[in-house]
T-cell receptor
Framework: DSGVTQTPKHLITATGQRVTLRCSPRSGDLSVYWYQQSLDQGLQFLIQYYNGEERAKGNILERFSAQQFPDLHSELNLSSLELGDSALYFC??????????FGNGTRLTVT | AQTVTQSQPEMSVQEAETVTLSCTYDTSESDYYLFWYKQPPSRQMILVIRQEAYKQQNATENRFSVNFQKAAKSFSLKISDSQLGDAAMYFCAYLSYNQGGKLIFGQGTELSVKP
C-alpha cells in the first residue's frame, strides 16, 4: 500500500459531462502530482501542487483544472469530457528528496 | 527538455533466469534521480528501485539492480532469478528537482516471464 488514496476507482460518464477525481496524499507529503495514462500516450504529467500552490504544469488541457486544499488533498476536475479523455488518471505524492508514490488510479471511461 | 527512452517494447525471460531492461535518457542537468517503476496487470505503479545521479554506486534492491552509466546517460535494470510475479510493464523515469519534481517516463517495456 503506497499510502496515496484515490477515489473513485472507476468512473463512467458521457461526453460533455464534468467529473471530479480526488486524491489524498501520503501522510507528511506536501507535493501532489497528477498523471494521465492512456493507451497511445503513455504516462503524461499533468500538474503538480506543493503545499497548496501550483508548482509545475505539463500537458494539461484548458478543460482540466486542479487544486490542492489546506488539508493537502487534491482534486482534478475534468470538464466538457470527450471520448479521448478516457484514461487512467494517477495521483502521486512525495516529500522533499523522496520518490513519487502513486495511488491506484481512477479509470475514467467517457461514452 | 529531458527525455527518457526505452527501446525494448517487449522482453521475455525464463523463470529463474536473469533479464536486463534498457533505458537511456537525455538531460543537461547534473543533479537528478532515476527510477524504475513496475506496473502489473492491476495497473498499480510500484517503485522498484531508485538511483541518485551523484552516487557512483549502483543501487540494488534484493533481486533488482541497476547499471547506471552517467556519462553514457544509461540506466538499465537487471532482474535476477526472475519470478512469475515479475511479469509487468516496467517504466524508467527521470526526476529533476529543478523542474518542480516532475517525473518523466519512458514508453515502458512489457516483461513476460515464462514458467
Amino acid at each position: 500500500d503506497s499510502g496515496v488514496t484515490q477515489t473513485p476507482k472507476h468512473l463512467i460518464t458521457a461526453t460533455g459531462q464534468r467529473v471530479t477525481l480526488r486524491c489524498s496524499p501520503r501522510s507528511g507529503d506536501l507535493s501532489v502530482y497528477w498523471y494521465q495514462q492512456s493507451l497511445d500516450q503513455g504516462l503524461q504529467f499533468l500538474i503538480q501542487y506543493y503545499n497548496g500552490e501550483e508548482r509545475a504544469k505539463g500537458n494539461i488541457l484548458e478543460r482540466f483544472s486542479a487544486q490542492q486544499f489546506p488539508d493537502l488533498h487534491s482534486e482534478l476536475n475534468l470538464s466538457s469530457l470527450e471520448l479521448g479523455d478516457s484514461a487512467l488518471y494517477f495521483c502521486a505524492s512525495s516529500s522533499y528528496n523522496s520518490p513519487l508514490h502513486f495511488g491506484n488510479g481512477t479509470r475514467l471511461t467517457v461514452t | 527538455a529531458q527525455t527518457v527512452t526505452q527501446s525494448q517494447p517487449e522482453m521475455s525471460v525464463q523463470e529463474a533466469e536473469t533479464v536486463t531492461l534498457s533505458c537511456t535518457y537525455d538531460t543537461s542537468e547534473s543533479d537528478y534521480y532515476l527510477f524504475w517503476y513496475k506496473q502489473p496487470p492491476s495497473r498499480q505503479m510500484i517503485l522498484v528501485i531508485r538511483q541518485e545521479a551523484y552516487k557512483q554506486q549502483n543501487a540494488t534492491e534484493n533481486r533488482f539492480s541497476v547499471n547506471f552509466q552517467k556519462a553514457a546517460k544509461s540506466f538499465s535494470l537487471k532482474i535476477s532469478d526472475s519470478q512469475l510475479g515479475d511479469a509487468a510493464m516496467y517504466f524508467c523515469a527521470y526526476l529533476s528537482y529543478n523542474q518542480g519534481g516532475k517525473l518523466i517516463f519512458g514508453q515502458g517495456t512489457e516483461l513476460s516471464v515464462k514458467p
